[in-house]
């Protein structure tokens, strides 16, 4: 079994349900989604860095990895394994949580909803980056969707086709700019319909922190 590792680090959690929460974040390399709703022509290519930085070869490495992991934010402490498409690598996925959870920690499992998660978790986050119908995960504890280009139609169909106990909209940053307006208005549109989106405006960047 191997696991392509992006990067690992430690911060506070700055999107979603569990914002404030501190957290290890273990980065899977590699992203397969193909039409990503963010990137949508070829030139406007993904800016998350999920270039491979280390592979991690065999279940002792991964199960050391968990141990690390839980050393920093103590025994019961959150993990939070993102990407990429962490569900791009099952297998190291599986191994990872269950190791994670053997040790007593707590998972957020974060993924574009491409493929159907196939581990444990404590708290699931799903980042759609293709519409409702063809999401292969639908139910979890947040959905979350980063405004781009997508009609009204499309986010009422995420609430309306999914089973998820909470559901944020974001901002999209580009440089040092997000588009605040067009998601605030968004999220005004949204509730007057009766559907009870909330903001995650992924604090860590307000506080100048991964
Ligand atoms: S799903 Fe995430 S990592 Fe993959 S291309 Fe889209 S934004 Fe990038």
Redesign the pocket.
């Known amino acids: 079994m191997k696991l392509a590792l992006a990067e690992t680090f430690c911060s506070i959690q700055g999107e979603g349900h569990l914002t404030g929460k501190r957290m290890f974040f273990i980065r899977f390399a590699g992203?397969a989604?193909k039409e990503?709703?963010?990137?949508p022509s070829q030139e406007n290519l993904?800016?998350?860095d999920?270039s491979v930085s280390e592979v991690l070869k065999g279940e002792d490495a991964i199960d050391k990895l968990a141990n690390e992991a839980l050393k920093i934010v103590g025994a019961s402490g959150w993990v939070c394994i993102t990407?990429?498409?962490p569900c791009d690598q099952p297998d190291a996925l599986a191994f990872l949580a269950s190791s994670i959870q053997r040790l007593g920690g707590k998972i957020n499992i974060q993924t574009?909803g491409?493929h159907r998660v196939n581990a444990q978790w404590d708290w699931l986050t799903v980042?759609p980056?293709v519409p409702a119908a063809e999401l292969k995960q639908s139910y979890g504890q947040e959905l979350k969707v980063v405004v781009a280009d997508q009609t009204d139609d499309q986010i009422l169909d995420y609430y309306n086709n999914t089973r998820f106990w909470n559901y944020y909209l974001q901002p999209l940053w580009s440089d040092s700019n997000c588009n605040s307006d067009q998601t605030l208005a968004l999220l005004n549109k949204l509730n007057d319909c009766g559907q009870p989106w909330e903001l995650s405006p992924q604090v860590h960047k307000y506080l100048g922190v991964r």
């Not at 990503?36 to 990137?39: E, K, R, S, V």
């Open positions: 992203c989604v990503c709703i963010l990137h993904c800016d998350t999920w990407g990429g498409e574009s491409t980042s980056k």
